[in-house]
């Protein structure tokens, strides 16, 4: 069913401001379509959709070149294909499930060695601005990428800082820090019917923000405050998820955002196993849930009282009402 707030991330309808990267050739890199627009003075709930191109010289010795970010901060979703990934000293292969956090200043190259889907979340970044521009730009001047005059001022104008070729060492993933394993979460919190997994931490959002995974059994569900006070974005990875925003009713499943105004009644069901990103990561959830754990280790009296819960909601902004499993 069509409707407002559920986004099929493959719709071609859906894909706002299409726009190419080329490499040094002219040949086509990336088909970046923006699916979701930033918002707020953040620029928070921005989500991205990459068609990434294999490098061509597949010599694994071939040149990679550096950039870094001053103020952005952002994270990719490999969802197929795989690349080589350089920052902090180290590379190493990165593939399928694994999530890519970026934070200021760290400068980062990456090496496409198939096809790959790479989704992207960013925040306190203009570059979805931009898109718009040179979505715009390009419609008139289709190769306005290409012009070097052109692409000098672009990185200038979206916070990159190109550096010099890397000379790092191979890594495991496991030993680069900013390669994200869901199976090996910063946090891990197993309660009635949903593990909840930390993937990046406020700290390393600059504050603004936190990014956790929630893996549902069938049947479990939430229902929000009558008038949540921030807006939602969901990415559903895998299973199915039944939604109500306002009174309209739909399904999302793998390859779907979920975008709920602020202020919105809404809830969901999950109707399958299921895999859901809170994408914009309002609430203190780390907080949160380590203080609801001691709780109920050190006062499991208290842990019952609904006013002892309510206050937990209320400190750390969880707008969540209820919680069925
Ligand atoms: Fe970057």
């Not at 870094?68 to 294909?81: C, I, K, L």
């Not at 994200?180 to 997994?197: H, I, Q, S, Y």
Request: net charge negative.
């Amino acid at each position: 069913m069509k409707n407002n707030y559920l986004i099929d991330i493959t719709d071609k309808g859906n894909w706002l401001f299409p726009t190419n990267g080329y490499d040094k050739d002219g040949d086509v890199q990336e088909e970046q379509r923006t699916i979701s627009m930033p918002e707020g003075p953040h620029k928070l709930y921005c989500f991205t959709d990459s068609l990434m191109h294999p490098a061509k010289d597949a010599d694994p010795d071939a040149p990679v070149f550096l950039h870094e970010h001053h103020d952005g901060y952002e994270t990719f979703f490999v969802e197929s294909g795989g690349l080589d990934f350089y920052i902090d000293g180290k590379y190493c292969a990165v593939g399928p499930g694994s999530v890519i956090h970026i934070q200021p200043y760290q400068a980062h190259g990456m090496i496409f060695r198939d096809y790959t889907i790479y989704r992207g979340i960013f925040h306190d970044w203009n570059c979805a601005d931009d898109s718009v521009a040179t979505s715009l730009l390009e419609k008139h001047y289709p190769d306005a990428k290409k012009d070097p005059v052109f692409f000098d001022l672009l990185i200038k104008n979206i916070d990159m800082y190109m550096r010099e070729r890397a000379d790092f060492e191979r890594a495991a993933p496991e030993d680069v820090q900013p390669v994200r394993n869901p199976d090996k979460p910063l946090a891990r919190f197993d309660l009635d019917g949903v593990t909840m997994k930390m993937i990046t931490a406020r700290w390393e959002n600059g504050g603004v923000k936190e990014l956790w995974r929630a893996e549902m059994k069938k049947g479990f569900g939430a229902k929000w405050e009558s008038y949540p006070t921030a807006q939602d974005l969901f990415y559903i990875n895998k299973g199915l998820v039944r939604f109500k925003v306002y009174d309209e009713e739909f399904t999302a499943g793998e390859n779907c955002l979920v975008k709920i105004p602020k202020y919105a009644p809404h809830s969901f069901v999950a109707e399958q196993d299921a895999v859901m990103y809170d994408i914009g990561g309002q609430t203190q959830w780390y907080s949160l849930l380590q203080d609801y754990a001691s709780i109920r280790k050190y006062d499991p009296g208290r842990a019952k009282d609904p006013e002892v819960k309510a206050a937990l909601k209320a400190k750390f902004g969880c707008k969540i009402a209820e919680i069925s499993f």
